[in-house]
């Protein structure tokens, strides 16, 4: 997969992570990049094509793939945080973690790989999390919801490998975003988080994991789980 003469399509690339992979893809060559964002007119990156697209609304979906049918690369960044613990939270929280997270997600997968599949393969990257790992109290919600993620890409490689697309699932820690504003600790810089993404699906890799809290974490899924915890 090439950035240079790509077409691209972002979810959620109004800010954060997503801008800066849409600024990134720009100045790497892409020759068109959709930038999508259930408020189109929230989008302020000049050179992208702006879609208006809420992922968890399979009409708008549908629309969209239409709109975009030249795409061949897929990059599913959207995502939500409410902070719901399972036993004592909000469902409905946990369920529109879900609905974007894992749901809204497959969705987007499903509508572009027969489009994927008619410009070569291509290459679907999904934005999950080294949450995607562990567990973390008032994060559980957040938690179920990437793993799923996680274990959605692994069964989408496998059924989308004879059409040869690339499936990249990437993992980080806290990046300096909206969304991670409010969490003490040190943050990747988008732009960071946005080259090692790309450089990563350059190189036909299958996960990128961009920070060494990352790497740790995914580590720890070999070990005895009461030493990660602390559990006694």
């Given at each position: 997969?090439?950035?240079?003469?790509?077409?691209?399509?972002?979810?959620?690339?109004?800010?954060g992570?997503?801008r800066?992979?849409?600024q990134?893809?720009?100045?790497?060559?892409?020759?068109?990049?959709y930038?999508?964002a259930?408020?189109?007119?929230?989008?302020?990156?000049?050179?992208?094509?702006?879609?208006?697209?809420?992922i968890?609304?399979?009409?708008?979906?549908?629309?969209?793939?239409?709109?975009?049918?030249?795409?061949?690369l897929?990059?599913n960044?959207?995502g939500?945080?409410?902070?719901?613990?399972?036993?004592?939270?909000?469902?409905?929280?946990?369920?529109?973690?879900?609905?974007?997270?894992l749901?809204?997600?497959?969705?987007?997968?499903?509508?572009?790989?027969?489009?994927?599949?008619?410009?070569?393969?291509?290459?679907?990257?999904?934005?999950?999390?080294?949450?995607?790992?562990?567990?973390h109290?008032?994060?559980?919600g957040?938690?179920?919801?990437?793993?799923a993620?996680?274990?959605?890409?692994?069964?989408?490689?496998?059924?989308?490998?004879?059409?040869?697309?690339?499936?990249?699932?990437?993992?980080?820690?806290?990046?300096?975003t909206?969304?991670g504003?409010?969490?003490?600790?040190?943050?990747?810089?988008p732009?960071?988080?946005?080259?090692?993404?790309?450089d990563?699906?350059?190189?036909?890799?299958?996960?990128?994991?961009?920070?060494?809290?990352?790497?740790?974490?995914k580590?720890s899924?070999?070990k005895?789980?009461?030493?990660?915890?602390?559990l006694?």
């Amino acid at each position: 997969m090439h950035i240079t003469g790509a077409t691209a399509l972002i979810t959620g690339a109004n800010r954060g992570l997503g801008r800066a992979l849409a600024q990134r893809l720009l100045e790497r060559g892409a020759t068109t990049v959709y930038a999508t964002a259930r408020d189109p007119e929230a989008i302020d990156l000049p050179g992208v094509e702006p879609l208006r697209l809420d992922i968890t609304d399979p009409a708008q979906i549908a629309a969209v793939a239409e709109q975009a049918s030249g795409v061949d690369l897929l990059i599913n960044n959207a995502g939500i945080q409410s902070w719901t613990d399972l036993l004592t939270g909000d469902l409905e929280g946990l369920q529109r973690e879900l609905d974007t997270n894992l749901f809204g997600t497959l969705r987007m997968a499903r509508a572009f790989a027969p489009g994927l599949a008619a410009h070569g393969g291509g290459a679907i990257v999904n934005v999950a999390s080294a949450m995607s790992w562990f567990a973390h109290t008032s994060g559980n919600g957040y938690h179920v919801s990437k793993a799923a993620n996680w274990a959605a890409s692994n069964g989408l490689r496998l059924e989308l490998a004879s059409q040869s697309t690339l499936v990249t699932s990437v993992h980080l820690g806290l990046a300096d975003t909206d969304m991670g504003r409010a969490v003490p600790g040190e943050k990747a810089a988008p732009h960071d988080v946005a080259d090692a993404v790309l450089d990563g699906v350059e190189a036909g890799q299958i996960e990128v994991l961009v920070d060494d809290w990352s790497r740790h974490v995914k580590a720890s899924l070999a070990k005895d789980p009461h030493e990660f915890y602390g559990l006694g």
